[in-house]
């Protein structure tokens, strides 16, 4: 008998001893202060591997995210929680590559995107439509989706000399070009 209840008393301090650490892991867990919505993910840091991504617009947490080299649109979205209800990710390609401190802005539904034509005139390459590129001298529709095509294949151009890569523009192009455009 006397065994018996020692055993009932240790059973019981065991119990109240679990509670209490269950009790005190959930009040410690209620006291870490909660940070605003992802300004910067887990210390981004970018190194060989990753690049660091901003997300912006109508996606549940807005921020610089830390990805995988050679991640998407998709994924930086998929990062920053998805889009909100009102989130018109039609306008994007999602499929598009990422590189190193681009900015990915998901638009709501029917907000105006940014001029790929800014007010000075220049021709922003890296947001041209088509028929935008095409207003450009010496490039006619085919030069035109070139251009797009090898933007959504390998990202962003940086520089003008980065648009020598698309095949038909070589430097003669690229002198002409230059003061009619922008990154």
């Not at 887990?42 to 050679?70: C, F, M, N």
């Not at 929680?81 to 390609?93: M, Q």
Request: proline content about 7%.
């Amino acid at each position: 008998m006397e065994q018996s209840l020692r055993w009932r008393i240790g059973v019981g301090a065991a119990a109240v001893l679990v509670g209490g650490a269950v009790v005190g892991a959930v009040v410690t867990q209620a006291a870490v202060p909660q940070v605003a919505p992802a300004v910067v993910e887990e210390q981004a840091v970018a190194s060989a591997a990753t690049i660091l991504v901003d997300v912006q617009g109508a996606v549940a947490r807005p921020g610089v995210y830390a990805l995988a080299d050679g991640a998407r649109v998709v994924d930086a979205i998929a990062r920053a929680g998805g889009t909100t209800a009102d989130a018109d990710s039609s306008a994007l390609n999602l499929a598009q590559p990422l590189t190193d401190g681009s900015q990915v802005r998901v638009p709501v539904v029917g907000e105006t995107p940014p001029g790929a034509i800014d007010a000075s005139g220049l021709v922003n390459v890296n947001q041209a439509s088509v028929d935008e590129l095409d207003t450009l001298p010496r490039i006619g529709p085919t030069l035109a989706g070139a251009i797009v095509a090898y933007r959504e294949e390998h990202g962003p151009f940086a520089t003008i000399d980065d648009l020598d890569a698309v095949s038909g523009i070589g430097p003669a192009m690229l002198a002409a070009l230059e003061p009619l455009v922008s990154f």
